[in-house]
């Protein structure tokens, strides 16, 4: 496959959703991504549903949502004979992508002083629960288990007193986004030092890299963010809001984008409340009030015109049939057809990145279980000649 690291390839020990979204995503850029999976039953995500789909209703969509663009291969990396295959492949690899527990890699044989003496030009990303050392270093992390101890639940849901899940598995996918572009350095980088290094990151330091503004609220503020629902931390007017037949979402950030929103909905943009910011933050629950009392005079349809004639940004809130459905996403190439080998054509989530806007490459289906070894030793052995 072509693509920004076309020559690239990447053997990928990982399993369940972070390290697998990684080297998915380093597939996306066209390396070759060979999947190491264990001989009875593969990564943990193959039984993970529902739904599942096929003849036999035995393939997870959950893995069919990181595992495009790989090869699979069957190890059992506890044999000898299995251990043997991975020094082959580490050899021929220019990245390797594990996600283990803290200690698991060494006692299978592959610390990392012996993977760069095999290799040293690998570049090894390392994702683990909650950073490689540190006190708790060594702790099992799984993604809703991150997203409490890193702090987003306190920044999630109706109010303080009731914290919520992230609904998509965030602290997974940002783990897996950060790790992605640590290899794309740390392979930068080895085109002018000759050596790979390793790549660190986790699933407490991915949640807490997208602190941002809730950061800087506690470490400079001096004050706990906490939830605020469907509204922003600092911006007023800006989340949802109920119309007439239900919910649509207006963005103000901005004066000059208040007063257009003023306009439309009869409110006095300069009285003293709601001149600033500032003053409408303070008086956000007010303003939540007042806009909806007008709002409620007409559907979203209405609204969502009238915003968009006036420049303000402003939104419907999808469904995921709704999303997929839309024309927009499908033409950003969000959405992508493979041939599976059991369901036939079938269409996935694509990638988010696009490169001097082209549509999308190629892409190949999530693979079956240890559907490629023939093909992968057939590949190293030609490597290796």
């Given amino acids: ?16 959703l972070a390290g697998p979204h990684a080297a998915q995503m380093l597939g996306d850029l066209g390396a070759r991504v060979i999947k190491v999976e264990h001989p009875d039953g593969g990564d943990d995500s193959r039984g993970w549903g529902p739904p599942f789909v096929g003849p ?9 949502a990181a595992n495009r663009n790989k090869q699979s291969i069957a190890v059992d990396l506890k044999s000898a004979e299995g ?13 390797l992508i594990e996600n283990f527990r803290t200690g698991v890699l060494d006692r299978l044989g592959f610390p990392v002083e012996r993977l760069h003496e095999l290799n040293p030009r690998l570049v090894v990303l390392s994702i683990t629960g909650f950073g490689h050392d540190g006190p708790e270093g060594g702790r099992p992390g799984y993604d809703v288990i991150a997203q409490g101890e890193a702090g987003l639940m306190s ?16 602290a997974d996918l940002l783990a897996g986004i950060h790790g992605a572009y640590g290899v794309a350095a740390a392979l930068y980088e080895r085109e ?15 949640v807490t890299g ?10 400079v503020g001096g004050q706990v963010p906490g939830a605020n629902g469907n509204h922003h931390a600092s911006i007023a007017p800006y989340g949802a ?72 940004p ?38 988010p990145l696009r490169f001097d806007g082209l549509p999308p490459a190629e892409h190949t289906a999530p693979p079956a279980l240890g559907q490629d070894g023939d093909a992968v030793l057939a590949w190293l052995e030609e490597r290796e000649g």
């Fill in 155 to 170: 920044l999630t849901g109706p109010s303080r007193e009731e914290p919520y899940r992230v609904g998509a598995s965030i």
């Fill in 210 to 219: 997208v602190h941002s503004y809730h950061g800087t609220a506690w470490t």
């Fill in 56 to 64: 036999d209703h035995d393939i997870s969509t959950y893995f069919l």
């Fill in 192 to 206: 002018r030092t000759g050596r790979g290094r390793v790549v660190r990151t986790s699933l407490l330091a991915a």
């Fill in 83 to 95: 251990r043997r295959l991975i020094e082959r492949l580490v050899r021929q690899s220019d990245v």
């Fill in 241 to 312: 809001f109920r119309c007439a037949d239900g919910m649509l979402q207006i963005a103000v950030a901005n004066d000059g984008q208040w007063k257009k929103v003023a306009k439309l909905l009869d409110i006095d943009p300069d009285v003293a409340k709601y001149a600033t910011n500032r003053q409408r933050f303070a008086h956000r629950d007010e303003l939540i009030a007042d806009m909806e009392k007008a709002l409620a005079d007409h559907d979203r349809a209405h609204w969502l015109a009238r915003l968009g004639e006036a420049g303000v």
């Fill in 1 to 16: 496959m072509l693509g920004p690291l076309g020559d690239v390839v990447v053997l990928d020990l990982s399993r369940a």
């Fill in 314 to 351: 402003a939104g419907a809130i999808r469904s995921i049939d709704e999303v997929y459905a839309w024309e927009q996403t499908r033409s950003q190439g969000l959405l992508v057809e493979v041939d599976h080998p059991v369901l036939g054509p079938i269409e996935l989530p694509g990638p």
